[in-house]
């Protein structure tokens, strides 16, 4: 008697072992994708964290930098500013068509060492309307005195002015605008009372001091705090 052939379902073997295979693979390869994914962002929140310790320790070290700064101008003026309060409100409007020459004239004699190409001054500059444009008065104080070495670009009516000036000196200069800021002027955007229309001669007055007591006080490096 012939055997009754039955009809063959499902899947054999072999193709179920390589189904189970494909899921096993899937499944694998999505949990290393989300174990690559936790691990990128504890990478990235673990650099993140990184730079806002820079940029802390940054910050620290700039206000470190102001207190220093602040202390010194503090201490400075409290030394200095009795010898020239009176120029705060000194006479300070002048005709600007007179002007042709540089004029200087001594309120007084320094009794110290005279200036070469490095000196600390404080100063106050006006415009011809009595306007002032800049200057060391801030509050009833002195702020940071002028420190002026070789890299600093003085405009020539003022370096000429100060020569032979002493320690302790004060003087007043008239500068023609040809030896100021000339034809081209000065501008500045953020306070119009501080810009300088060209061809306008200027006045300032200059008080002299040691330089030996401005010490210089370090600007932190950024990059140095972000790059390391």
Known sequence: ???????????????????????????????????????????????AKVQQDKIAKYQKAYKEYQDKVKTQAKELSAKYYDSFKEYEKYPSAFNASSVKELKTTDLKAGDGEEIGQEYAAYYIGWKPDGTVFDGSFEKG????????????????????????????????????SDKAYGATGKNNETDKTKSIPANTPLKFIVMIIPKSEVKEIELPDYTKYLTD
């Open 1 to 47: 008697m012939a055997k009754k052939k039955t009809l063959q379902t499902g899947t054999s073997r072999g193709q179920r072992i390589a189904i189970w295979t494909i899921l096993i693979l899937t499944v694998v390869s999505t949990a290393a994708l989300y174990v690559g994914s936790l691990l990128a962002n504890k990478n990235e929140t673990a650099d």
């Open 141 to 176: 104080a002195l702020k940071t005195p002028l420190t002026v070495s070789r890299n600093n670009q003085m405009i020539k009516g003022w370096s000429e002015g100060v020569k032979g000036m002493k320690v302790g000196g004060i003087r007043e200069l008239i500068i023609p």
